[in-house]
């Protein structure tokens, strides 16, 4: 599985806790702009809470095994290093921003630019000097083990030529 499955999984996660959540608030018996502006509310809380806890993953994200980084010129950074709290919250809050006012077309855009580049960058990646790495070759290998300079290697992945 590729950084653009992980990624389109780990969005796909979090929309899907934001609608679960969402789904509390309908039967409320309450008036419909507040509906409105408290459905907007966990859109965002769901979306950037986690970011305020710096570990630079999403619920979604951490399911994924992605973890959001400072941009380096190296394709398999040697070093992960989470930008701060707030770096990561306004990146999270413009990404919120254009899919609202792109009515989710913002999505689509930024997957055709992250399959077509080698290290997986959207748009909101450019603007905050950001990247997702994954943190394992497959979702149910564990984070925790200790990688080596091979193990590195191997998680670039096989070129035909080998």
Same mark, same amino acid.
């Given at each position: 599985? /590729?950084?653009?499955?992980?990624?389109?999984?780990?969005?796909?996660?979090?929309?899907?806790?934001?609608f679960?959540?969402?789904?509390?608030v309908?039967?409320? /018996?309450?008036?419909?702009?507040?509906?409105?502006?408290?459905?907007?509310?966990?859109?965002?809380?769901?979306?950037?809470?986690?970011?305020?806890? &710096?570990? &630079?993953?999403?619920?979604?994200?951490?399911?994924?095994?992605?973890?959001?980084?400072?941009?380096?010129?190296?394709?398999?950074?040697t070093?992960?290093?989470?930008? /701060?709290?707030?770096?990561?919250?306004?990146?999270?809050? +413009?990404?919120?921003?254009?899919?609202?006012?792109?009515?989710?077309?913002?999505?689509?855009?930024? &997957?055709? +630019?992250?399959?077509?580049?080698?290290?997986?960058?959207?748009?909101?990646?450019?603007?905050?000097?950001?990247?997702? +790495?994954?943190?394992?070759?497959?979702?149910?290998?564990?984070?925790?083990?200790?990688?080596?300079?091979?193990?590195?290697?191997?998680?670039?992945?096989?070129?035909? /030529?080998?």
């Amino acid at each position: 599985m /590729n950084l653009f499955d992980r990624r389109l999984r780990a969005f796909s996660i979090d929309t899907s806790l934001t609608f679960f959540l969402v789904l509390f608030v309908i039967p409320l /018996n309450i008036e419909a702009n507040s509906k409105k502006y408290i459905v907007l509310a966990i859109y965002f809380v769901v979306a950037l809470v986690p970011y305020l806890f &710096g570990t &630079g993953q999403s619920f979604g994200k951490r399911v994924q095994k992605l973890k959001v980084i400072k941009d380096t010129k190296e394709l398999v950074p040697t070093t992960l290093v989470v930008p /701060n709290r707030f770096y990561l919250v306004l990146r999270e809050f +413009v990404k919120c921003i254009f899919i609202i006012l792109s009515f989710g077309l913002y999505i689509l855009v930024a &997957g055709i +630019v992250s399959t077509n580049r080698e290290d997986g960058r959207t748009i909101h990646d450019f603007i905050f000097k950001t990247r997702v +790495v994954v943190l394992t070759r497959y979702v149910t290998d564990r984070t925790e083990m200790r990688r080596t300079s091979s193990a590195e290697n191997s998680l670039k992945g096989y070129s035909h /030529n080998d």
